[in-house]
């Protein structure tokens, strides 16, 4: 039996690993969030370790994920993305626990015009970005037993996410905007769970970072207007450019990711984007 931790138990991508967990037998998983352990309290994390011996694997799911907000709030984004990984880090070191940390395309400058490969110059421009690398860095240098696994564009038939408010403003308007201008590839939390059970299914030890999304990329526009078209909406989706849609936080324009790496040691093919949201809309019928 392989007893794994996963924090930010109610989120998205953690309600996703519960799913997948039911085709993998041998598998003990705790689902915790901020009630049952704050991993910005280091005393909290190792009691809760100590309380739970033979952990094999920690899945950090945690984090403080509101992009606008962490503008003006960037403490407090600290302490979860950066502070609570480090957290987890050291008590991982001390406890034996390798640690599965996602992370964010938001780490980069979105400047690049081919896709992001795991050892490209990191440059976040948001306080998002910038602590969600401090949190990638702590891991690095405390714990070698670490798979750090970036991703982007999340959404799933679970939480919020850009799929369930296109679906929700088609419900109220007959016309919308939405940004052109940034490129990125949507990622089904459903496959990154099955990538993430696979990872300890096999227990490589090819530590280190990895990049995961769907494969392909788009716009945000052209995004929504997919999701409308297998939706059979009848919604006028216009164009337009960041510039007349500003927000508190800059977003990259580019963050494709080189998923070469992942593929390579997993061995395996990753869905473009396109099927995988026709199966997450299925589900969410």
């Given at each position: 039996?392989?007893?794994?931790?996963?924090?930010?138990?109610?989120?998205?991508?953690?309600?996703?690993?519960?799913?997948?967990?039911?085709?993998?037998?041998?598998?003990?998983?705790?689902?915790?969030?901020?009630?049952?352990?704050?991993?910005?309290?280091?005393?909290?994390?190792?009691?809760?370790?100590?309380?739970?011996?033979?952990?094999?694997?920690?899945?950090?799911?945690?984090?403080?994920?509101?992009?606008?907000?962490?503008?003006?709030?960037?403490?407090?984004?600290?302490?979860?993305?950066?502070?609570?990984?480090?957290?987890?880090?050291?008590?991982c070191k001390e406890e034996g626990v390798v640690l599965i940390h996602i992370s964010t395309d938001f780490v980069f400058s979105g400047e690049n015009i081919i896709?992001?490969?795991?050892?490209?110059?990191?440059l976040p421009i948001s306080a998002y970005g910038s602590t969600k690398l401090q949190g990638e860095l702590e891991v690095q240098q405390i714990l070698k037993e670490?798979?750090?696994?970036?991703?982007?564009?999340?959404?799933?038939?679970?939480?919020?996410?850009?799929?369930?408010?296109?679906?929700?403003?088609?419900?109220?308007?007959?016309?919308?905007?939405?940004?052109?201008?940034?490129?990125?590839?949507?990622?089904?939390?459903?496959?990154?769970?099955?990538?993430?059970?696979?990872?300890?299914?096999?227990?490589?030890?090819?530590?280190?970072?990895?990049?995961?999304?769907?494969?392909?990329?788009?716009?945000?526009y052209d995004f929504a207007k997919t999701i409308f078209k297998h939706k059979n909406i009848d919604i006028n989706v216009s164009p337009i450019s960041t510039k007349?849609?500003?927000?508190?936080?800059?977003?990259?324009?580019?963050?494709?990711?080189?998923?070469?790496?992942?593929?390579?040691?997993?061995?395996?093919?990753?869905?473009?984007?396109?099927?995988?949201?026709?199966?997450?809309?299925?589900?969410?019928?």
């Open positions: 039996m392989i007893h794994v931790l996963v924090t930010g138990g109610n989120g998205q991508l953690a309600s996703c690993i519960k799913d997948a967990e039911k085709k993998h037998e041998g598998l003990n998983i705790i689902y915790t969030d901020y009630e049952q352990l704050d991993i910005c309290n280091l005393n909290q994390v190792r009691a809760f370790f100590k309380d739970n011996k033979g952990l094999k694997y920690c899945i950090n799911c945690a984090a403080y994920t509101a992009v606008d907000a962490a503008e003006a709030d960037d403490k407090k984004a600290l302490e979860i993305n950066a502070v609570g990984a480090k957290n987890l880090a050291l008590v896709p992001y490969i795991e050892t490209d110059e990191t670490h798979f750090i696994i970036r991703t982007s564009w999340l959404y799933s038939q679970y939480g919020g996410n850009f799929v369930k408010t296109m679906l929700r403003l088609a419900e109220t308007k007959s016309r919308i905007g939405v940004v052109s201008d940034q490129f990125g590839s949507p990622t089904n939390a459903n496959d990154l769970a099955k990538v993430i059970m696979q990872i300890i299914d096999t227990g490589i030890h090819n530590y280190g970072v990895y990049h995961y999304s769907n494969e392909g990329e788009v716009s945000w007349e849609f500003p927000t508190p936080a800059a977003r990259p324009k580019y963050s494709v990711l080189n998923k070469s790496k992942i593929k390579n040691i997993l061995s395996i093919e990753i869905p473009n984007w396109e099927d995988s949201l026709k199966e997450c809309l299925i589900s969410l019928n």
